[in-house]
């Protein structure tokens, strides 16, 4: 059974540009969460989608945007790059409608560097 | 709103000897809260949960923590350090009854020396 996994690992863009990044959730989730963890510091909440819809979101700018598909997989975009943007991005699934107490699992993130 | 404060940027121990991780949290909500490491180049693991039963968690690898509600508190130890325990590792306050969006404290580093 697979995990959840996140694709690329590694990527490198010029400020400016746009990216996507792609997460699959555990099987069984159907509600894919994104956080960014910069450098030194802990994971924050960008957003949270479930049925195809943004149900929760964090305190980020509007460049900031994600899709769900039907298979639950998720993408998160970032337009117009900042150097500070430059973080890990972690994905984690879960099961839509459980409390705060139900496990979230993690991806093994994907490192964006801006230059 | 929720909040969590770790109150050790970084935590230095000899292999064998215990170890204590500090967290203090705030939250409008009955809160879940979580123990997460994150080994270097790794994904986050979940140690241990915390979700309104026994105030004495007890996770994997030799971890436990106790909540306190009176102190706000949520502190994570473990009775002889092992090289392998050498990480990064975060205190996560979640809201129980409002959504499972996680809140995480500015992490702990953990070295262990031999």
């Known amino acids: 059974d697979a995990g959840v996994t996140q694709s690329p690992t590694h990527l490198i863009k010029t400020r400016g540009q746009q990216v996507t990044l792609r997460c699959s959730p555990k099987s069984g989730h159907d509600t894919v969460s994104w956080y960014q963890q910069a450098l030194g510091q802990g994971p924050q909440f960008i957003f949270q989608?479930?049925?195809?819809?943004?149900?929760q979101r964090g305190n980020f700018p509007d460049r900031f945007s994600g899709h769900q598909f039907p298979n639950y997989s998720s993408e998160l975009n970032v337009n117009a790059l900042l150097l500070g943007d430059s973080a890990l991005y972690l994905c984690a699934s879960s099961l839509w409608g459980s409390s705060g107490s139900y496990e979230q699992y993690f991806g093994p993130g994907t490192r964006l560097t801006v230059t | 709103a929720q909040s969590v404060t770790q109150l050790d940027s970084h935590v230095s121990v000899s292999e064998g000897t215990p170890v204590l991780l500090r967290c203090n949290y705030s939250?409008?909500?009955?809160?879940?809260l979580f123990w997460y490491v994150q080994h270097p180049n790794k994904g986050l693991q979940l140690l241990l949960k915390y979700t309104s039963a026994a105030t004495l968690v007890k996770g994997i690898n030799g971890f436990e923590a106790e909540f306190k509600k009176s102190e706000t508190s949520f502190h994570l130890t473990k009775p002889s350090a092992h090289m392998s325990d050498a990480a990064e590792y975060f205190c996560?306050?979640?809201?129980?009854?409002?959504?499972?969006?996680?809140?995480f404290g500015g992490g702990t580093r953990l070295m262990v020396k031999p």
């Open positions: 996560v306050v979640s809201p129980i009854n409002a959504g499972n969006m996680l809140t």
């Open positions: 939250s409008s909500y009955s809160p879940s």
């Open positions: 989608y479930y049925e195809e819809e943004e149900r």
